[in-house]
Nanobody, 123 residues
Framework: QVQLVESGGGLVQAGGSLRLSCAAS????????MGWLRRAPGKEREFVSA????????QYRDSLKGRFTISRDNDKNTLYLQMNNLKPEDTAVYYC????????????????WGQGTQVTVSS
């Protein structure tokens, strides 16, 4: 079973940047497609971004394209999410998740989840 631990969240002013990290416990990290999802207060969980096993394919929520960048380092068993020009509406708990499936995008089914990290963007 893969254990995922997110870090890097915090409080930032609008226009600022944060880099989230997700450390995986397993050397099999490279065998999973990975994704970031978020849940804002009072809202449903939503897809943020996903990346293929080798990092060559990345998908983003349309509204986040150009501001967020997903990446992974399979040697370090770590997933990243660089978030720039943050807006108050980006405030949410951000979760990383691992998928054993082949879909890269909003329809991917996640097998393992991290505990989440809070991102708060002040106006």
């Amino acid at each position: 079973q893969v254990q995922l631990v997110e870090s890097g969240g915090g409080l930032v002013q609008a226009g600022g940047s944060l880099r989230l990290s997700c450390a995986a416990s397993e050397r099999t990290f490279s065998t999973y497609a990975m994704g970031w999802l978020r849940r804002a207060p009072g809202k449903e969980r939503e897809f943020v971004s996903a990346i293929s096993r080798n990092g060559r394919i990345a998908q983003y929520r349309d509204s986040l394209k150009g501001r967020f960048t997903i990446s992974r380092d399979n040697d370090k068993n770590t997933l990243y999410l660089q978030m720039n020009n943050l807006k108050p509406e980006d405030t949410a708990v951000y979760y990383c998740a691992a998928s054993s499936g082949n879909i890269i995008g909003p329809a991917m089914r996640m097998n393992y989840w991290g505990q989440g990290t809070q991102v708060t963007v002040s106006s």
